[in-house]
């Protein structure tokens, strides 16, 4: 059951992380901003086992990371 929820957790941020990527009319930063947060998201979610804290966290430190990211 708990393999099931967290291939569940994360096939949910996988689909809204595409889902937002498909915005043609976003800028660079926000593209890396919303990147970031997906790939933050799925691997606080592996990192912690599954837990929402974890999942929450790594979104936002990925999405802080984005946003950081300069493009030349």
Do not use: E, P, W, Y
């Amino acid at each position: 059951m708990k393999n099931q929820l967290k291939l569940f957790s994360l096939s949910l941020v996988l689909a809204s992380t595409l889902a937002l990527g498909g915005c043609a009319n976003l800028s660079h930063r926000d593209r890396n901003v919303i990147t970031g947060a997906g790939i933050g998201a799925v691997a606080g979610a592996v990192l912690t086992g599954g837990s929402s804290v974890g999942t929450v966290g790594g979104a936002a430190v990925g999405g802080v990371i984005g946003n950081t990211i300069r493009h030349k």
